[in-house]
């Protein structure tokens, strides 16, 4: 079955920087990832998310990048504000039939002001 | 408000006891799924239906787990015999599907918190 990493575990940027979340995935049938937003005592809320015959989506301040070839994919978060402190997680779903997504452990962004 | 929902949001309950959990999904959805979620995890599917039917289920859900839809509409989780190891949070999510538009795309409700003493 697939198998997701995900890496940092926890991040912690200043208020301003840019944050970078990392994933890697193993099944090569694996054509769609999104990301989710997680804050405490709440369930995940999609962010983004991008398709296997596209390398790069940006939606303002977020993009995610994709590389098929390597199997790992990226969400970038730029001028990161207080805000954005949350768990993210990155998922990989297969393109047809149930489209159960495997989720990373997620990654502890930590935006100080 | 059009989203997802769940009821109850939380739920402490003694070990043995049965515990119902329901999931509301977007109304033109006709896949729902049901995961659970432990500290530092992320969710773990357990179960999905199209409409009415139950196409697949995890090894993670035991005989003591069990779940219907019986409209194609809401859905409920019963867990019988709860065991403290059951205490997590249980996810419901809903996607087009088959019925159009970005059907892979999974939006989840704000989970139902089971804590088993």
């Known amino acids: 079955g697939e198998n997701v990493e995900q890496h940092p575990s926890t991040l912690s940027v200043q208020e301003g920087d840019s944050a970078v979340i990392k994933c890697t995935y193993s099944d090569s049938a694996s054509n769609y990832f999104p990301w989710y937003k997680q804050e405490l005592g709440k369930g995940p809320q999609l962010i983004i998310d991008?398709?296997?015959?596209?390398g790069e989506k940006k939606d303002q301040r977020i993009a995610v990048t994709l590389n098929k070839t390597a199997k790992h994919f990226s969400l970038h978060i730029t001028e990161t504000q207080p805000e954005d402190s949350a768990v993210y997680f990155c998922a990989a779903s297969p393109s047809g039939g149930s489209y159960i997504p495997t989720f990373g452990r997620g990654t502890s962004l930590i935006v100080h002001p | 408000d059009t989203g997802v929902s769940q009821d109850p949001r939380h739920k402490i309950t003694k070990r043995g006891q049965n515990v119902t959990f329901r999931c509301d999904p977007i109304?033109?959805?006709?896949?729902l799924y049901w995961y659970r979620q432990t500290l530092g995890q992320g969710p773990e599917f357990l179960t999905y239906f199209q409409n009415e039917a139950q196409l697949e289920k995890s090894r993670l859900l035991s005989d003591r787990f069990s779940a219907e839809r019986p409209k194609g509409s809401f859905s409920t989780l019963e867990i019988q015999r709860t065991e403290q190891g059951d205490s997590a949070m249980y996810l419901c999510a809903s996607s087009p599907g088959t019925s159009g538009g970005a059907r892979e795309t999974q939006y989840f409700g704000p989970g139902t918190r089971l804590l088993v003493l």
């Open positions: 991008i398709r296997s015959n596209v």
């Open positions: 109304s033109e959805h006709n896949r």
